[in-house]
């Protein structure tokens, strides 16, 4: 085969995620939306990861992250595509290789809203890009009040990313991180210490019940990260999303985990709150992992690599009530050298890391 193109691969990947009934059961009609969608995200010839999210409850469909690892100097969006984010990845393409930041732009698919559109970044540990960030999309007036939320973050909760939202009400900045596991386990044990850490942050919108709540599923997943909104006064908004990690479960073991594992007792816990009902029984089969050989333009044989993982199931929660969870899976096409070791030619997005601001 040749090397897929990166429309081909997305349709590729696509077609995995929903096979078996899973797009009647999961992602209903969003396709439609997605596909044009798609085609404004581009930019380059890198594949970029493809995040599908969708909600565990209520009519299906589905919203879309592309998220890429790095573009090149020269990349341009197509005329007319973009979302108006040209000059963040104009900004994006002159970052430093090892600064390990991906950078991508996020569409309400599912609601068929498809003319504004999210912009996001994983800084990592580089806290310091966010001022660049949203000085590129127009927000710089919005750096102080993030650093200041950055500061009040206790120590065990590293912020990672960063999000914004043009369109929404009140044009929220998100901020995100990974908790640390030692802090993780604590809080896990202790519902009260989750209220502390909120009270030093500046959240104020939560009760005795989300505390329990958010303990008993931290301690029930591998890894978490937390999201808070940051209004246009500085303030924190009444959301708190909670994200419970699948991303070390490999493809091969994700049935085990969806059948008998952590993502079975939940998946079962947010059913029998009434946050999900019995769709996730399907996610377990969209998992896929494969190379495939492939030829380029050049004549040099590589494999083509096809990923479909397990990521998150996320809980937002606004002033300590839970609304119906949503699920995430990661799509993910990428080239190696016919002996199966990633290419060094184009920095990736890796999988555990990137989780998605929405």
Sequence with gaps: ????????????????????????????????????????????????????????????????????????????????AGFGYEKMFRWFSGLPEQSGCSCGIELDTGSGETERAGAYLQFRTRTRYAEEFLDSVGESGRTKSFYETVR?????????????FPGRERTPV??????????????????????????????????????????????????????????????????????????EVVPSRSTVCMESGYGARLMRRLQDEGLADGRWEKIAGAAFAKGLPAGTEDGSKVLFAATVRLNYAKVKFRCGKPAPAKFYLMTKAAVLPAGGQPAGAAREPEPDPDRTPD
Excluded: H
Aim: proline content about 8%.
């Design 174 to 247: 998100r901020v995100g991180g990974y908790m640390e596991q030692e802090q993780k386990e604590a809080v896990a044990r202790d519902p009260a210490l989750l209220g502390e850490q909120f009270r030093r942050i500046g959240f104020e919108a939560y009760d005795p019940d989300m505390l329990k709540f958010c303990a008993e599923l931290m301690a029930m997943a591998p890894g978490v990260d937390f999201q808070f909104d940051i209004l246009p006064d500085g303030s924190l908004g009444d959301i708190f999303g909670l994200s419970l990690s699948f991303n």
């Design 152 to 164: 009040r973050l206790p120590k065990g909760w590293p912020p990672a990313y960063i999000g914004l």
């Design 1 to 80: 085969m040749n090397l897929p193109s990166q429309t081909e691969a997305f349709e590729l990947l696509y077609a995995i995620a929903s096979a078996d009934g899973r797009e009647e059961a999961l992602f209903g009609s969003s396709i439609r939306n997605a596909r044009p969608a798609f085609e404004k995200m581009r930019i380059g010839n890198a594949y970029p990861a493809v995040y599908l999210e969708f909600p565990l409850l209520g009519p299906p469909c589905f919203d879309m992250l592309t998220v890429y690892g790095s573009v090149g100097r020269d990349d341009r969006f197509a005329p007319g």
